[in-house]
């Protein structure tokens, strides 16, 4: 999820301080900007508000891609 990475890189974020300040481990924070983990709706909001933004722009891309797939 390369907006997460964008977005914790703009805001000063090592992957390693964000995943404290937001309590997950460092591991799924790269994982999430990776895309090798769907983002959850609580991290998706804790994120958020550590970073600044509404939480669910971290789902935008996957509700245009989901949307392409079934029409």
């Known amino acids: 999820m390369e907006k997460l990475k964008e977005l914790r890189e703009e805001k000063g974020y090592t992957q390693d301080s964000l995943a404290r300040e937001v309590g997950l481990s460092k591991g799924t924070i790269s994982s999430y900007e990776q895309g090798l983990r769907g ?12 970073l600044g933004v509404e939480w669910h722009i971290f789902f935008e891309n996957e509700v245009s891609e ?6």
């Open 66 to 71: 989901t949307y392409d797939k079934v029409n």
């Open 39 to 50: 983002i959850t709706v609580p991290s998706a909001k804790k994120l958020g508000q550590v």
